[in-house]
């Protein structure tokens, strides 16, 4: 089986950086991937790390430490449209990907 | 444009009804899963499928089921055995990458 963990809730100011942490325990691991959703809507893919390190995409970063079993979601220079959930995912250790979910972190942004 | 496509956005049951909760694509993505979602509790996954006609039980299976008779179409009915429907339930499928899965709108179910 799979857990993961990520904070509840996480708050800051606009033209912040803010870094929302994930921990994982997995018996088998293929990758960490992030989604963004909005209140009442579908959550939408970000972004996907299947090795260590970086992976930039404007404004927002991913990271994956596969030896810490250990990733993070950077956004920069937050906007009020940042204000959402952000769920850490990994794939299912059987092979296949069956997408597992963290319990998601509210990102509240304020003016 | 591809996607997926869940109907009703909104559906309202009566105690010991079933319901269906219709989640159609046109990705041409084998694998399709049904999460259900409750305040603070993350996406918890109920059902997928990887290959037509077939179907597993995921870790909420218990009040609910599915069938997969066509590769586009990944219906779920939520049945009078499930105590406590009430819910944000949502659709997703992968493709062969398997790196990105894809989401419908969801369907907001009320027991009234």
């Known amino acids: 089986g799979q857990s993961l963990e990520q904070p509840s ?103 | 444009d591809g996607g997926i496509t869940q109907s009703p956005k909104y559906l309202f049951r009566k105690e010991g009804q079933n319901v269906t909760l219709s989640c159609e694509q046109n990705l041409n993505h084998d694998a399709m899963y049904w999460y259900r979602q409750d305040p603070g509790q993350g996406l918890r996954l109920i059902y997928y499928s990887q290959i037509v006609n077939d179907f597993q039980k995921g870790d909420i299976a218990e009040g609910y089921s599915v069938s997969r008779e066509k590769k586009e179409s990944f219906p779920l009915t939520v049945t009078s055995a499930q105590k406590n429907p009430t819910a944000f339930y949502l659709c997703a499928s992968t493709g062969t990458e398997n790196t990105e899965a894809f989401f419908g709108q969801g369907t907001r179910l009320t027991v009234v």
């Open chain 1, 9 to 111: 809730e996480v708050t800051a100011v606009e033209g912040a950086i803010v870094q929302i942490n994930c921990t994982y325990q997995t018996s088998g691991f293929y990758g960490l991937s992030w989604y963004q959703q909005h209140d009442g809507g579908a959550p939408t893919f970000l972004s996907y790390n299947a090795l260590d390190g970086l992976e930039e995409t404007g404004r927002f970063s991913s990271f994956l430490s596969r030896s810490d079993s250990y990733g993070y979601l950077l956004l920069q220079e937050l906007q009020m449209k940042d204000s959402a959930s952000y769920f850490c995912a990994v794939r299912d250790d059987g092979g296949s990907y069956i997408p597992t979910f963290g319990r998601g972190t509210s990102l509240i942004v304020h003016p």
